[in-house]
């Protein structure tokens, strides 16, 4: 049947509806506030599904009598009813409650409800009949499994001392304990989604999605359109794209005749965008690189936030008596995963996490789980020389300088000064005392200094992989931005390579790395400086987990070496979105390339140094060839905007004489504001020229 | 960047050895005993100090003035007035090497890191045979750093003083990265 069981078990993450939350609470013992009705389900929507929505409620009833008569009866009437779907419905038709009856009877639609509550009588009444399905029912989510595994090695990675981890542990278990309850709620939730499911399968094996446009015409696009203006039905929208996502795992038995696959999926695109909030190029952009069911959980997992993180420094702790001054301090933690020595999850605190006097002494750094992984991948030993090209806010920075404890050097660059004050700061706060931090465009790396025996390159991107952090990603990426990020991060990734020092011992390695998922910023990325860089090759990342990289995509061929590369995603491993590629440079860069790009580069930076700072950019010629010539050149430089650059033509010719007057006068005009002697200056001055003239050409 | 000239060498000894003591000589020292092995030295650069090893100095050269924006530990800055000010950064450096201490206790700890003097019941345990106006680390409990300041008054007569007494005046502490990053880190 197309897809696996457990897909289908596990279900799709659960709904965004206050009503589950309500119910929870309710059960729980809380005050509530009366959750809107559970909204028709999707049967209601269209007028062919009605009767057989009936008669599930029928068959329902029907059972309902039956039971009270203390039997389990498996309804032969559900059997003809629902005809080929007969098998599941037998096996999995609950046995309902009594006091159920009651809100069936007032309310057919809340359905939902009383099966959930079926289910969970079930499981304790008929374990023996039922168990499979109670088994299945207990399927984590991947996320979650992953939790369970966490507990179990809670501190075992880096203590020795098990007396210690059992104090832990044990003033932990306040935090641990809420977790288990999360977890069981979890399950509830997934067992009322399984029902959903369920329920599906019951009404119609071809659920009816997409709209009757050639019957209804133009008034039911004006129809569309107008509601497509009001506030959409989320309810109803969430269930249509359910149905969807279910259609598409199985195309061939589920969808309508005479309606192509394409239909579904524009339909699908359109109550995603509508859903979520999505602009429909950004939506279609990332809809492409899953499964429509795993797409469907990407962007559910882009709805809720990830977890805090924070990052142990070890050069001013560790990380278990963090984790106990923490704890003292009312915060609720535990270690991030096995994957990780120093990353700790915090759960929940009572003071602000960002304000700890172990804060304030740069015992931590709040850093989201992803951020650790390029380091990790770069894997810097002590006494070496890195570059981070675009470093703040320091997390990755300060990371790299506590792996390499405090040794060799790191240049640390960001283009932005403002952004740099806060690298600054967390350098200081965390006592990482070998970086200098710089404020260069991270293009003009090789030319301000190279030979570094590794470097990192977390390049500038979209964000599509940290939408849950920053949602207006959602609405304002263009296709504008999807062509000019690449663009840069092209010419930083060569950059970044031609700064390597291939002869060093240890190193030789660039790591490139972006928080964003979509092809355009990785994976092309990455083909691009492999072909434009015959000396250099992928290598293992060094982690031990995330996907592979795309080797090829919609036609396009990135090489077999591209699996080496690592992508996580917000729905698999909870954490962000993020790329990791590692490179190892083997050779120098090509010398016939090199050599003209250098001289080429030379000439023009003896032209106009003073502008080149200022654009912070070099020779447009470069540029030019470079996008359409690949072997000959190599791009090391800013590509300055074809504007700049024309406008710079016209703007050209100035007439140094003839400007030096002006700016005598200037000066003398200054002076004599100041109440100074114009004549001074031009006494000095006149010696003064000579002097620096000397100087400029000297620089030059 | 440049190494410090005498007097401004001799400015910021002063203002360190208020400090440090007699240890401030372990500052400069060579970090072993090797010919031609590392050391750390000063910089400034752009009114501000920078306490770095030499081989990062000397590295951070080819990096241009207006594009430096910091290197190794920032001890503090030079006022217009040619006076020196420590600043927060240089805590790591002084915890080193200090040779006055004040431990606050736990319930001191906040009141001293949002920018407050230590009073006499926040102090947890200090050093016997302190003058007044010198110099001291502020640690906690814990052995972390928090700050430093200069006491108020030496430790005999401090014994005499009411609990709410000021024992020590603030004179940088560890909130600072959060209350004056923009002042603390705008070199130029």
């Known amino acids: 049947m197309g897809v696996g069981r457990r897909m289908k078990k596990q279900g799709p993450p659960e709904p965004l509806s206050e009503e589950h939350f309500a119910r929870l609470k309710r059960k729980a013992g809380l005050p509530v506030d009366d959750p809107p009705a559970a909204p028709p389900s999707k049967k209601k929507r269209t007028g062919k599904e009605v009767p057989s929505k009936r008669n599930s409620v029928a068959t329902k009833k029907g059972s309902t009598k039956e039971s009270k008569n203390g039997e389990v009866v498996k309804p032969a009437a559900t059997v003809a009813a629902n005809g080929k779907k007969s098998s599941k419905p037998k096996k999995k038709q609950p046995e309902p409650e009594p006091e159920s009856k009651g809100s069936d009877d007032d309310d057919e639609f809340d359905e939902d409800d009383l099966e959930v509550e079926g289910l969970s009588d079930l499981d304790d009444e008929v374990p023996g009949e039922f168990k499979d399905d109670f088994l299945e029912s207990d399927d984590d989510e991947p996320y979650d499994s992953d939790d369970q595994n966490e507990k179990a090695h809670l501190f075992s990675e880096d203590e020795d001392e ?14 641990l304990s809420r977790k288990l309850d999360e977890k069981l709620a979890q399950q509830a939730e997934e067992a009322e989604a399984e029902q959903q499911d369920l329920q599906l399968n019951i009404t119609g094996d071809r659920p009816k999605i997409l709209d009757d446009l050639e019957e209804d015409g133009d008034d039911a696009d004006l129809l569309s359109k107008t509601k497509a203006l009001l506030a959409p039905d989320l309810q109803l929208l969430r269930n249509r794209i359910n149905d969807t996502v279910r259609v598409l795992d199985d195309f061939g038995k589920l969808a309508e005749e005479g309606r192509a696959r394409a239909e579904y999926v524009n339909q699908l695109l359109k109550d995603i965008c509508a859903y979520y909030g999505y602009s429909p190029f950004l939506c279609e952009k990332l809809f492409n690189l899953f499964s429509p069911r795993e797409a469907f959980a990407f962007f559910e997992a882009n709805e809720k936030a990830r977890p805090m993180v924070i990052r142990t420094n070890t050069l001013r702790t560790h990380r278990r008596d963090l984790a106990q001054a923490l704890i003292n301090r009312g915060v609720t933690l535990e270690p991030v995963g096995k994957w990780s020595k120093v990353g700790l999850q915090i759960f929940d605190s009572t003071v602000p996490i960002g304000a700890t006097p172990e804060y304030l002494s740069g015992h931590y750094i709040l850093q989201a789980a992803s951020s650790f992984l390029p380091v990790m991948a770069l894997q810097a030993q002590e006494h070496e020389r890195v570059l981070d090209m675009a470093s703040a806010p320091g997390g990755k920075t300060t990371h790299l300088a506590a792996v390499m404890k405090n040794t060799g050097c790191i240049f640390a660059n960001e283009l932005k000064k403002s952004r740099a004050k806060a690298l600054i700061g967390n350098v200081h706060r965390l006592g990482c005392r070998n970086v200098v931090v710089c404020n260069y465009d991270a293009r ?118 591209l699996s080496l590369t690592r992508r996580f995603y917000p729905h698999t491993y909870n954490m962000d979105g993020f790329f990791v590629a590692k ?11 090199t050599k003209v790009t250098f001289g080429k580069q030379k000439k023009g930076a003896k032209e106009s140094s003073e502008h080149q700072q200022q654009q912070g950019g070099s020779g447009k010629s470069n540029d030019a060839i470079d996008i359409g010539n690949d072997d000959e050149f190599i791009d090391k430089t800013p590509i300055v905007d074809e504007d700049e650059s024309k406008k710079d033509d016209n703007f050209g010719g100035f007439d140094e004489e003839e400007d030096r007057e002006y700016i005598e006068r200037a000066k003398r005009n200054a002076m004599r ?15 003064d020229k000579e002097k620096s003239k000397g100087k400029t050409e000297k620089e030059a | ?76 800055k030079f006022t217009k007035s040619g006076k020196f000010r420590l600043h927060i950064t240089s805590l790591p ?32 345990r200090t050093m016997a045979d302190c003058p007044e106006h010198q110099g001291v680390v502020v640690f906690n409990m814990n052995n972390t750093p928090l700050g430093f300041g200069v006491t108020a008054r030496s430790t005999t007569e401090t014994k005499h003083l009411d609990p709410t007494g000021i024992v020590c005046f603030r004179q940088a502490d560890c909130g600072e990265y959060l209350r004056d990053e923009d002042a603390l880190f705008a070199s130029g």
Not at chain 1, 484 to 496: G, N, V
Not at chain 2, 10 to 32: C, E, M, Q, V
């Open chain 1, 673 to 687: 504001r100041r109440g100074l002697d114009p004549r001074a200056l031009r006494k000095g001055k006149t010696d």
């Open chain 1, 162 to 175: 098990s007396d210690a981890e059992e104090k832990l542990t044990a003033a932990n278990i306040q935090g």
């Open chain 2, 1 to 76: 960047m440049r190494p410090l000239t005498k007097g401004e060498t001799h400015i910021l000894f002063t203002k360190l050895a208020n400090y440090t003591g007699t240890s401030l000589n372990s500052l400069i020292s060579p970090l072993d005993n090797a010919p031609g092995s590392d050391r750390f030295v000063f910089r400034l650069h752009k009114d501000r100090v920078f306490y770095v090893l030499l081989s990062i100095a000397n590295l951070a050269t080819s990096v241009s003035r207006d594009k430096l924006l910091s290197l190794g530990v920032c001890l503090g």
């Open chain 1, 444 to 561: 003009e790396f090789p030319h301000v200094m190279g030979g570094f025996d590794r470097v990192l390159l977390d390049a500038p991107c979209s964000g599509t992989g940290v939408i849950a952090k920053d949602p207006s990603v959602k609405t304002n990426k263009t296709e504008r931005d999807f062509i000019a990020l690449p663009h840069m991060q092209k010419q930083l990734l060569l950059c970044a390579i031609d700064s390597v020092n291939h002869t060093s011992k240890t190193g030789g390695y660039v790591v490139y790395s972006t928080c964003s998922v979509t092809i355009d910023e990785n994976e092309s990325v990455v083909a691009y400086a492999l072909s434009k860089r015959p000396n250099v090759r992928l290598v293992e990342t060094g982690l031990t987990f995330g996907k592979e990289g795309f080797t090829s995509y919609m036609g396009k061929n990135f090489g077999k070496s």
């Open chain 2, 93 to 124: 450096i002084l915890a080193e090497h200090a040779r006055y201490k004040v431990w606050v206790k736990p319930n001191g700890e906040m009141p001293f890191l949002y920018g407050g003097n230590i009073v006499k019941a926040h102090v947890g």
């Open chain 1, 583 to 593: 490179f190892q440079k083997i050779a120098p860069t090509p010398p016939n390339a």
